[in-house]
C-alpha cells in the first residue's frame, strides 16, 4: 500500500494544528481497503449516555491495536485484541510518512447520511495531552464541521474525500470541537480510522 506524496492544506491557515492530504492514498488501494474493511471488521454498535438517556450510538465502531489497549469514552471500554492485516499496514504507512507510532485505531463505519458523530472533543485522559489523531476517510464523502469552544466560536468545515486523511494535533481538542452532522444526501456508507497514540 502506498500513500501519495501530495502537500498538506492548513485548515486554519498558519495555525497547522489540523491539516489535510486529500490523496494521502492512491485512489484504488482506497477502493479497495473500503470494500475488504467493509466486511472485514468487528462492526457493533455500542450504547452510550446522553443527556440523561441511553441509545444506541448513530454509526457502527471496531477497535483495534497493540493487545489489550484500552480505550474508553461515551461510558463504554474498548479492549484491543490485536490488529487487522490490512490496519496494521496502514499503521506501518503512517509511521513512515509521520514518524509516529500509533498504537490503536478506532474505525466507524456510517451506514448513510443518517448516522452522524455529535459535538465532542477527542479529550480522554488515556490520549494524554495535545494527543495526535491521524484520520483516514473510504467511501462517502462527509463533512467534517468544527467550532471554536470559546468566543467568538468560529466555524469552519472540510469535506473528507475517500483516500484522504486528516491529522488532528497540537491544541485542537482543547480549542476545538469537531463533529459529522446528519445530511440526507449521502445514501451510501463511509468508513473513518482514526488512529491513536494511547498513552501507557
Do not use: C
Not at 167 to 193: D, S, Y
Amino acid at each position: 500500500m502506498e500513500s501519495s506524496k501530495n502537500k498538506a492544506i492548513s485548515i486554519f491557515g498558519n495555525n497547522r494544528d489540523v491539516l489535510y492530504y486529500n490523496n494521502f492514498l492512491l485512489k484504488t488501494d482506497a477502493e479497495d481497503l473500503y470494500k475488504k474493511l467493509l466486511v472485514g471488521l468487528n462492526w457493533q454498535q455500542h450504547p452510550i449516555r446522553m443527556f440523561g438517556k441511553t441509545m444506541l450510538q448513530p454509526r457502527l465502531i471496531a477497535w483495534y491495536g497493540d493487545q489489550d489497549i484500552q480505550y474508553t469514552y461515551s461510558q463504554t471500554t474498548l479492549v484491543a485484541k490485536g490488529w487487522d492485516d490490512d490496519l496494521k499496514q496502514i499503521q506501518e504507512a503512517l509511521k513512515q510518512h509521520f514518524q509516529l507510532n500509533f498504537n490503536s485505531v478506532l474505525a466507524n463505519l456510517y451506514r448513510d447520511g443518517q448516522d452522524s458523530m455529535g459535538w465532542h472533543s477527542d479529550n480522554e485522559k488515556e490520549l494524554g495531552t495535545q494527543p495526535i489523531i491521524a484520520s483516514i476517510s473510504l467511501g462517502a464523502a462527509r463533512s467534517l464541521q468544527f467550532r471554536q469552544k470559546a468566543p467568538p466560536k468560529t466555524k469552519t468545515s472540510i469535506l473528507l474525500e475517500s483516500g484522504s486523511l486528516l491529522l488532528m494535533q497540537g491544541n485542537t481538542q482543547e480549542h476545538w470541537q469537531h463533529q459529522i452532522a446528519k445530511t440526507k444526501k449521502v445514501k451510501t456508507p463511509r468508513i473513518n480510522l482514526t488512529f491513536r497514540i494511547i498513552q501507557p
